[in-house]
C-alpha cells in the first residue's frame, strides 16, 4: 500500500478505508509508493479521515454517499469547514482559530482568504494546501467574535468552554514541528499522530449547562453549535459539476436539500446543502443531572466553481474563493429550526 492508504487505514480500518478510497478523489501523486510521508500526503490523510468521520454524523450524507459507492460514482471534497470561538479562559484550548489552524500550517496549509460574516458576528478564513490547492480539500475556519455579544452571553460561553483540554500531545507537536521544517516525515511517526491531529476536530470541552446553552441560543444559533459540537467539521463538501441539478435529484428523492443555490457576486461559485441532521446531546440541567435533547449536527453541502484567468500568470485556474454572502447563506443550515435564508 501507499503511506496514504497505511494512514488512513491506520485510523479507519481496512473495510472504512478501503471504503473512502473508492468513494474519493485522490491525486495519483499522493498515492505513489515512499519511504516517507510527505505533508501533502498528511493533508490528504487528514481530510479523508474528517471526512468518513462526519458521513457518521449526518444521515443524508451516507445515504448520498452510498448511492455513489453504488452508482459507480466518486466525490470531490471540496473544503471543510470548522467553527472556533475567540475567549479567553476557554481551559486548554487555544481560542480562536489557532485551535485548528496550528495543525493546518504545518501540513502545507496558507489562508487564502479573508471573510467578514458580519451578520453572524464571526469571521471566515479560508486555508488551501500549497502543494496541491485544487486537489486537496480546502479548510473553511471560522471565529465567532464574544466580545460583540452582551455579557450575558460572554459569561455563558465561558462556563461552556471553561472545562477544554488541548487534545495535542506534545509528540503531536513535535511531528508538526518536523513537518513544518522538513515537509515530510516518516510513516511511523505519521501514523501515531495522525488520530490525534483527528482529535482537533471535535469538541473539547465537557457536556454544556443547560442554561447556559438556552443563554447562548437566543443570540447566536452559531456558538450553540459550538457548544455541543465544538470544533468538528460542520459541514464536508462535494464539488460537482452542476449543482442546482443535484440539488433536484436530491430533492427528488425526498432528502432534506435546502430550498435555494446560493450564488456568489462573481457568479463563479454555487452552493447549497443538505439541511443539518438532528442529533442528541447531553446537557446538565439546573440539578446537575444529565438530561438529553435533540440539537442541530453537522452537514453537507454541495458546490460548483468555475474557471477564472488567474490575474499573476494569465492562466485559466479553478476559482477556489469563498463568499461571505453564501457563507451566512449556508451557515442558516445549524440553525435550530433549519431555516433557509
Same mark, same amino acid.
Request: glycine share 6%.
Given at each position: +500500500?501507499?503511506?496514504?492508504?497505511?494512514?488512513?487505514?491506520?485510523?479507519?480500518?481496512?473495510?472504512?478505508?478501503?471504503? +473512502?478510497?473508492? @468513494?474519493?478523489?485522490?491525486?495519483?501523486?499522493?498515492?505513489?509508493?515512499?519511504?516517507?510521508?510527505?505533508?501533502?500526503?498528511?493533508?490528504?490523510?487528514?481530510?479523508?479521515?474528517?471526512?468518513?468521520?462526519? %458521513?457518521?454524523?449526518?444521515?443524508?450524507?451516507?445515504? $448520498?454517499?452510498? #448511492?455513489?459507492?453504488?452508482?459507480?460514482?466518486?466525490?470531490?471534497?471540496?473544503? /471543510?469547514?470548522?467553527?472556533?470561538?475567540?475567549?479567553?479562559?476557554?481551559?486548554?484550548?487555544?481560542?480562536? *482559530?489557532?485551535?485548528?489552524?496550528?495543525?493546518?500550517?504545518?501540513? =502545507?496549509?496558507?489562508?487564502?482568504? @479573508?471573510?467578514?460574516? *458580519?451578520?453572524?458576528?464571526?469571521?471566515?478564513?479560508?486555508?488551501?494546501?500549497?502543494? $496541491?490547492?485544487?486537489?486537496?480539500?480546502?479548510?473553511?475556519?471560522?471565529?465567532?467574535?464574544?466580545?460583540?455579544?452582551?455579557?450575558?452571553?460572554?459569561?455563558?460561553?465561558?462556563?461552556?468552554?471553561?472545562?477544554?483540554?488541548?487534545?495535542?500531545?506534545?509528540?503531536?507537536?513535535?511531528?508538526?514541528?518536523?513537518?513544518?521544517?522538513? =515537509?515530510?516525515?516518516?510513516?511511523?511517526?505519521?501514523?501515531?499522530?495522525?488520530?490525534?491531529?483527528?482529535?482537533?476536530? #471535535?469538541?473539547?470541552?465537557?457536556?454544556?449547562?443547560?442554561? !447556559?446553552?438556552?443563554?447562548?441560543?437566543?443570540?447566536?444559533? *452559531? +456558538?450553540?453549535?459550538?457548544?455541543?459540537?465544538?470544533?468538528?467539521?460542520?459541514?464536508?463538501? !462535494?464539488?460537482?459539476?452542476?449543482?442546482?441539478?443535484?440539488?433536484?435529484?436530491?430533492?427528488?428523492?425526498?432528502?432534506?436539500?435546502? #430550498?435555494?443555490? *446560493?450564488?456568489? /457576486?462573481? =457568479?463563479?461559485?454555487?452552493?447549497?446543502?443538505?439541511?443539518?441532521?438532528?442529533? +442528541?446531546? #447531553?446537557?446538565?440541567?439546573?440539578?446537575?443531572?444529565?438530561?438529553?435533547?435533540?440539537?442541530?449536527?453537522?452537514?453537507?453541502?454541495?458546490?460548483?466553481?468555475?474557471?477564472?484567468?488567474?490575474?499573476?500568470?494569465?492562466?485559466?485556474? %479553478?476559482? %477556489?474563493?469563498? !463568499?461571505?454572502?453564501?457563507?451566512? =447563506?449556508?451557515?442558516?443550515?445549524?440553525?435550530?429550526?433549519?431555516?433557509?435564508?
Amino acid at each position: +500500500m501507499s503511506p496514504l492508504q497505511d494512514l488512513v487505514e491506520t485510523v479507519l480500518g481496512a473495510e472504512r478505508s478501503d471504503e +473512502m478510497f473508492k @468513494l474519493l478523489v485522490v491525486h495519483p501523486d499522493l498515492m505513489a509508493p515512499a519511504d516517507r510521508v510527505s505533508r501533502a500526503v498528511m493533508a490528504q490523510a487528514l481530510n479523508m479521515v474528517l471526512f468518513s468521520d462526519l %458521513l457518521l454524523r449526518v444521515p443524508a450524507a451516507a445515504d $448520498y454517499a452510498a #448511492d455513489c459507492l453504488r452508482d459507480g460514482r466518486t466525490i470531490f471534497h471540496d473544503h /471543510g469547514a470548522v467553527r472556533t470561538v475567540v475567549l479567553s479562559g476557554m481551559g486548554a484550548l487555544p481560542s480562536g *482559530e489557532a485551535a485548528v489552524v496550528r495543525v493546518l500550517k504545518p501540513l =502545507g496549509y496558507q489562508q487564502n482568504g @479573508l471573510y467578514p460574516l *458580519e451578520r453572524l458576528k464571526m469571521t471566515g478564513r479560508s486555508y488551501a494546501q500549497l502543494d $496541491y490547492p485544487e486537489d486537496i480539500a480546502q479548510f473553511f475556519v471560522s471565529e465567532l467574535h464574544t466580545d460583540r455579544f452582551s455579557p450575558d452571553f460572554v459569561k455563558a460561553a465561558r462556563a461552556v468552554t471553561s472545562t477544554s483540554r488541548d487534545p495535542l500531545s506534545d509528540e503531536a507537536k513535535a511531528v508538526l514541528a518536523t513537518f513544518q521544517a522538513k =515537509g515530510e516525515v516518516d510513516l511511523a511517526a505519521a501514523a501515531a499522530v495522525l488520530p490525534v491531529l483527528a482529535a482537533c476536530f #471535535d469538541r473539547q470541552h465537557e457536556a454544556p449547562a443547560q442554561a !447556559d446553552y438556552e443563554a447562548l441560543l437566543a443570540e447566536s444559533a *452559531e +456558538m450553540a453549535w459550538i457548544a455541543t459540537e465544538g470544533n468538528a467539521f460542520n459541514h464536508a463538501t !462535494d464539488r460537482v459539476d452542476d449543482v442546482e441539478a443535484v440539488a433536484e435529484a436530491q430533492k427528488s428523492l425526498g432528502r432534506p436539500m435546502k #430550498d435555494t443555490v *446560493e450564488v456568489s /457576486g462573481s =457568479g463563479r461559485v454555487r452552493q447549497t446543502a443538505f439541511r443539518a441532521a438532528q442529533v +442528541m446531546r #447531553d446537557f446538565v440541567d439546573a440539578d446537575g443531572a444529565t438530561v438529553t435533547r435533540p440539537a442541530p449536527g453537522s452537514f453537507y453541502e454541495f458546490i460548483t466553481r468555475m474557471q477564472m484567468t488567474d490575474e499573476k500568470t494569465g492562466r485559466p485556474r %479553478l476559482d %477556489l474563493a469563498f !463568499d461571505s454572502s453564501n457563507a451566512q =447563506g449556508i451557515f442558516k443550515m445549524t440553525a435550530a429550526a433549519g431555516a433557509d435564508r
